[in-house]
């Protein structure tokens, strides 16, 4: 699609399409059975019937986006794709199966390639899924007699032909991930694992690990593609690993059965769907820990220093392990760490009027209402950045919520607002688009938000607002604007005597408009509008005098914004720009009657 760095050329068709040939009987029997396991568990709660089908074949495309990232903050965003772990069960399990049948020799091999070449027709020859095969068979070689300099050799020409394969390989994430884990797996778990042993039973020595090695060798590459080193991930897999296999192995034969009979494909994967139901409750609660995760730098200093930490943890792992009290010393630590979230001295900043909150590319901007107490403009793109941006506020009270139009990037974080929090009235713009985002803050609210009132003048605490946008009647714009950002609800604050414009996303026709309305008005801050897009009416955003000037903005977003020429324009009059992709959360205050900046990245 455009914008892949692999297309050189977009074709659009001119007519209706002409089917040359249909697909082989293979690909018609993959879909089949895809379509079958997802038949098989129709029955079942929305999350689990969801979940079944994406730990047999990857196929996540209905799981709640909610849930998708708890699985993300608990590291096991692994089982939502296809990976490794998919076919080393899935094969495996054939392969006993033909042990009890009385199949030896080279017909097991045999029967372990068909396995191998079923799982890639099933779940889509993609390349990930072609790179996912391939460490699972290295993973099975692994498991075999002299596992590991055979796993380690077979890992090493898997990786060299994955990427005789397909060069590409070589700068995509999950790839790193897929052949770390493994190496990981390989190298450090069988030492750990014999640490372990000296006091603990074997079984409990590889449980525990097989995935703490597999987070050791992969957490630089994650933490360096979420800024987070999680917490909780080596206990959720250790929870989550006893439903994995049952909830893989089942689903796939459930789907299979219901081939031949629906019914009993129903029956069978029955238990897959309960294993799912457990694996969401693990990523639930750990994602609800209160330090699931802590923040980490991406920047090359941050990450090199998180790499060294890993690689000294080879040689020192080994000590601590083998000795009980030392392991339950370590594990304990990280117990409480995980349960009491720490401090953030001097956050927040005293004398804070206004906060805007780094929730990546979107709008999520707080103001003072009093002391626990504030007024939530946008809640950004993440309910889970929008939170835990107000929790380092110790915001537990939201009078009102104002969302100044429906896109994802401005309401997509309502229900961390919401979650914990005594929340009063929710207000939003009266046109009602996208209807995507408007249904998306119905479900989170639970009812529809109200209109906000053009021209009404009020106070909410320390807080006095007035919307001055949209004007009933107003025109949806010129050509090529968009109608739901022009009609973003623009507000005028005043908070401890600051001056504040808070835009939305109106685009330069509606700007223009309000220079008309407004005539002459100065304020202390601006919030500049659609995180500083080129499109602006420059002349109106810097004749408001503002002596600050904030952007929320997303490192590194596609949209190229901020535009070079709107900032210099904005500093040319003295104002200082503050961005939440260079600084983190921005927040105003006021100290000794002087309007500054405090700064959380």
Same mark, same amino acid.
Request: net charge negative; proline share 7%; charged share 15%.
């Given at each position: 699609?455009?914008?892949?760095?692999?297309?050189?050329?977009?074709?659009?068709?001119?007519?209706?399409?002409?089917?040359?040939?249909?697909?082989?009987?293979?690909?018609?029997?993959?879909?089949?059975?895809?379509?079958?396991?997802?038949?098989?568990?129709?029955?079942?709660?929305?999350?689990?019937?969801?979940?079944?089908?994406?730990?047999?074949?990857?196929?996540?495309?209905?799981?709640?986006?909610?849930?998708?990232?708890?699985?993300?903050?608990?590291?096991?965003?692994?089982?939502?794709?296809?990976?490794?772990?998919?076919?080393?069960?899935?094969?495996?399990?054939?392969?006993?199966?033909?042990?009890?049948?009385?199949?030896?020799?080279?017909?097991?091999?045999?029967?372990?390639?068909?396995?191998?070449?079923?799982?890639? *027709?099933? $779940?889509?020859?993609?390349?990930?899924? !072609?790179? /996912? &095969?391939?460490? #699972?068979? =290295?993973? @099975? +070689?692994?498991? %075999?007699?002299?596992?590991?300099?055979?796993?380690?050799?077979?890992?090493?020409?898997?990786?060299?032909?994955?990427?005789?394969?397909?060069?590409?390989?070589?700068?995509?994430?999950?790839?790193?991930?897929?052949?770390?884990?493994?190496?990981?797996?390989?190298?450090?778990?069988?030492?750990?694992?014999?640490?372990?042993?000296?006091?603990?039973?074997?079984?409990?020595?590889?449980?525990?690990?097989?995935? *703490?090695? $597999?987070?050791?060798?992969?957490?630089? !590459?994650? /933490? &360096?593609?979420? #800024?987070? =080193?999680? @917490? +909780?991930?080596? %206990?959720?897999?250790?929870?989550?690993?006893?439903?994995?296999?049952?909830?893989?192995?089942?689903?796939?034969?459930?789907?299979?059965?219901?081939?031949?009979?629906?019914?009993?494909?129903?029956?069978?994967?029955?238990?897959?769907?309960?294993?799912?139901?457990?694996?969401?409750?693990?990523?639930?609660?750990?994602?609800?820990?209160?330090?699931?995760?802590?923040?980490?730098?991406?920047?090359?200093?941050? *990450?090199? $220093?998180?790499?060294?930490?890993?690689?000294?943890?080879?040689?020192?792992?080994?000590?601590?392990?083998?000795?009980?009290?030392?392991?339950?010393?370590?594990?304990?630590?990280?117990?409480?760490?995980?349960?009491?979230?720490?401090?953030?001295?001097?956050?927040?900043?005293?004398?804070?009027?206004?906060?805007?909150?780094?929730?990546?590319?979107?709008?999520?901007?707080?103001?003072?209402?009093?002391?626990?107490?504030?007024?939530?403009?946008?809640?950004?793109?993440?309910?889970?950045?929008?939170?835990?941006?107000?929790?380092?506020?110790?915001?537990?009270?939201?009078?009102?919520?104002?969302?100044?139009?429906?896109?994802?990037?401005?309401?997509?974080?309502?229900?961390?607002?919401?979650?914990?929090?005594?929340?009063?009235?929710?207000?939003?713009?009266?046109?009602?688009?996208?209807?995507?985002?408007?249904?998306?803050?119905?479900?989170?609210?639970?009812?529809?938000?109200?209109?906000?009132?053009?021209?009404?003048?009020?106070?909410?605490?320390?807080?006095?607002?007035?919307?001055?946008?949209?004007?009933?009647?107003?025109?949806?714009?010129?050509?090529?604007?968009?109608?739901?950002?022009?009609?973003?609800?623009?507000?005028?604050?005043?908070?401890?005597?600051?001056?504040?414009?808070?835009?939305?996303?109106?685009?330069?026709?509606?700007?223009?408009?309000?220079?008309?309305?407004?005539?002459?008005?100065?304020?202390?801050?601006?919030?500049?509008?659609?995180?500083?897009?080129?499109?602006?009416?420059?002349?109106?955003?810097?004749?408001?005098?503002?002596?600050?000037?904030?952007?929320?903005?997303?490192?590194?977003?596609?949209?190229?914004?901020?535009?070079?020429?709107?900032?210099?324009?904005?500093?040319?009059?003295?104002?200082?720009?503050?961005?939440?992709?260079?600084?983190?959360?921005?927040?105003?205050?006021?100290?000794?009657?002087?309007?500054?900046?405090?700064?959380?990245?």
């Amino acid at each position: 699609m455009p914008g892949d760095d692999d297309v050189a050329a977009l074709v659009r068709p001119t007519g209706a399409p002409r089917v040359v040939s249909g697909p082989d009987v293979w690909w018609d029997a993959a879909a089949a059975v895809r379509r079958a396991v997802r038949e098989a568990v129709s029955g079942r709660d929305a999350d689990a019937r969801e979940l079944v089908p994406a730990l047999v074949v990857g196929d996540d495309g209905g799981l709640d986006p909610d849930l998708a990232e708890d699985f993300r903050t608990t590291g096991l965003t692994h089982l939502l794709a296809v990976s490794g772990t998919n076919l080393t069960l899935v094969v495996g399990f054939l392969l006993v199966l033909g042990r009890w049948a009385g199949v030896r020799g080279p017909w097991l091999y045999a029967l372990g390639v068909v396995g191998i070449v079923g799982f890639v *027709l099933t $779940a889509r020859a993609e390349p990930s899924v !072609v790179r /996912a &095969a391939a460490m #699972g068979a =290295v993973a @099975l +070689v692994g498991m %075999g007699r002299n596992g590991r300099s055979r796993g380690v050799r077979a890992l090493g020409v898997a990786v060299l032909g994955l990427l005789l394969l397909r060069p590409q390989l070589a700068v995509t994430a999950g790839f790193a991930l897929s052949a770390l884990a493994t190496a990981g797996i390989l190298l450090l778990a069988p030492v750990w694992r014999d640490a372990l042993m000296r006091w603990t039973p074997r079984w409990v020595a590889e449980a525990v690990s097989v995935p *703490l090695a $597999a987070q050791v060798a992969c957490t630089p !590459v994650v /933490a &360096a593609l979420s #800024g987070q =080193v999680s @917490l +909780v991930a080596v %206990g959720a897999n250790l929870l989550a690993a006893p439903a994995v296999a049952p909830a893989t192995v089942l689903g796939l034969a459930g789907g299979l059965l219901g081939l031949l009979w629906m019914p009993l494909g129903v029956v069978v994967a029955a238990p897959a769907a309960w294993s799912a139901g457990w694996i969401i409750a693990v990523a639930r609660w750990g994602a609800a820990v209160p330090t699931a995760a802590i923040g980490w730098g991406t920047g090359p200093l941050p *990450l090199a $220093a998180l790499t060294v930490l890993c690689l000294l943890s080879v040689p020192l792992a080994p000590r601590l392990l083998a000795r009980p009290g030392s392991t339950l010393a370590c594990t304990g630590l990280l117990v409480v760490v995980m349960a009491a979230r720490p401090p953030t001295p001097g956050w927040p900043p005293e004398g804070w009027v206004l906060a805007m909150c780094d929730v990546g590319q979107g709008d999520g901007l707080v103001l003072r209402a009093g002391p626990g107490s504030a007024v939530v403009v946008d809640a950004g793109p993440d309910p889970a950045a929008m939170e835990a941006c107000l929790d380092r506020l110790e915001v537990t009270r939201v009078p009102l919520v104002v969302l100044t139009h429906f896109h994802a990037d401005h309401v997509g974080g309502l229900a961390g607002v919401l979650d914990g929090r005594e929340v009063g009235s929710v207000e939003a713009t009266a046109l009602l688009e996208p209807v995507g985002g408007v249904r998306d803050v119905e479900a989170a609210a639970g009812s529809a938000p109200e209109p906000a009132a053009y021209g009404l003048t009020r106070r909410v605490g320390e807080v006095t607002l007035q919307s001055v946008w949209p004007r009933p009647g107003a025109a949806p714009g010129d050509a090529g604007e968009s109608a739901p950002n022009n009609a973003s609800v623009v507000l005028l604050a005043e908070v401890a005597g600051v001056r504040i414009l808070l835009t939305g996303d109106v685009e330069p026709s509606a700007q223009s408009a309000l220079a008309r309305d407004l005539g002459g008005l100065r304020v202390d801050v601006l919030k500049v509008p659609h995180h500083g897009s080129r499109h602006q009416d420059v002349d109106w955003l810097t004749s408001l005098g503002a002596r600050l000037a904030l952007v929320s903005v997303g490192e590194g977003n596609d949209y190229g914004h901020p535009a070079p020429d709107l900032l210099a324009a904005l500093s040319a009059t003295g104002a200082q720009v503050w961005r939440t992709d260079l600084a983190g959360d921005v927040v105003v205050v006021v100290a000794d009657g002087e309007v500054g900046v405090a700064t959380g990245g």
